[in-house]
């Protein structure tokens, strides 16, 4: 038996400019609305739902993103570009550096709301 992720909801205080920010770093398209969501659909058919949060509440979240490596270095260049700072950590010390985990690389990013995004070019290596 499988089961694949199909969505998540992401809580914004701007529905609109957080799918737009985050489309325009990941290089993807923002879908038409769909009921009270703004739709940005990944490349592994997750789409990512994003959600004006009634109470104006955020509570941030991490969303990590699978990206090509001939692609990474376009990613990084939109963030600069945007004004938007980038580090090679979760927690934010290592500030304007990629990582190299697991034989590719990555960075780490917050979008509009704070949630902590991510970008690598290598899955993850977890111990069998």
């Known amino acids: 038996m499988t089961a694949d992720l199909n969505h998540t909801v992401v809580h914004a205080t701007d529905k609109q ?4 920010f985050l489309a325009g770093i990941l290089g993807l398209e923002v879908g038409a609305p769909f009921g009270p969501f703004v739709p940005v659909d990944t490349g592994n058919g997750v789409t990512l739902d994003f959600y004006t ?50 034989g590719g690389r990555g960075a780490y990013f917050e979008d509009p709301d704070g949630h902590n995004m991510e970008i690598i070019t290598r899955p993850y290596a977890r111990p069998a």
């Open 53 to 102: 949060a009634p109470d104006g509440q955020v509570a941030s979240q991490h969303y990590a993103f699978l990206v090509p490596d001939e692609e990474f270095d376009t990613m990084i260049d939109r963030l600069e570009t945007a004004g938007v700072t980038y580090y090679a950590d979760p927690h934010h010390t290592e500030k304007g550096k990629v990582n190299t985990l697991f």
């Open 17 to 20: 400019a957080s799918a737009e």
